[in-house]
């Protein structure tokens, strides 16, 4: 009787220690192509957390830096954004950036992204028991699909 004991708290000792290369997942990550002049986009993306977690920084080498942002609304419809040094990752929930009043902000870019090309991104999450862990993401660059279009007399231009 104690062997199966002792056998079922081995088991979980290691399954635990097993879970820990796959306790945070990134999923769907991708982001708009830029427009001529444009140096700030926003990184789509999801992040699971099987454990309690805080993604502490963000950074592409195709950027000066990239922002964590809270948004919420200002009034009359506008959002206003507030940078953040960390997120909390809940434990077994999905943060979906770009969504729910959470933001990634690749801010100077260093080059046009085109509909096609791939971003490497590089998260780092404090784990609750305090470990740090580097995740490498590529993103994918989407086509930008223009959500409304400037009216100028008979003319319409697309600002492409």
């Keep these: 009787m104690w062997q199966k004991l002792l ?3 081995v088991f979980a000792l290691v399954s635990n220690a097993w879970a820990g290369t796959n306790d945070v997942l990134v999923d769907n990550a991708w982001l708009r192509e830029s427009v001529p002049g444009q140096n700030t986009v926003s990184l789509q993306l999801n ?3 099987i454990k309690p977690a805080r993604l502490v920084a963000v950074s ?3 950027a000066d830096a990239v922002k964590m942002q809270i948004l919420f609304p200002a ?3 506008k959002m206003k954004a507030r940078e953040v040094n960390s997120l909390r990752l809940p434990r077994r929930h999905t943060v979906v950036f ?3 009043g959470v933001a990634l902000m ?4 260093k080059q046009e992204l085109n509909a096609g090309d791939h971003v490497p991104v590089t998260l ?3 784990l609750a028991d305090k470990h740090i862990r580097k995740l490498e993401v590529v993103a994918e660059v989407r086509r930008l699909e223009l959500s409304y279009k400037q009216h100028s007399g008979r003319s319409v231009q697309d600002h492409r």
């Design 60 to 62: 592409s080498p195709l």
């Design 75 to 77: 009034g009359r419809g």
């Design 98 to 100: 770009g969504e729910g």
């Design 124 to 126: 780092t999450i404090e």
């Design 7 to 9: 056998g079922v708290v």
């Design 106 to 109: 690749l801010v100077g870019l």
């Design 47 to 49: 992040l699971t957390s």
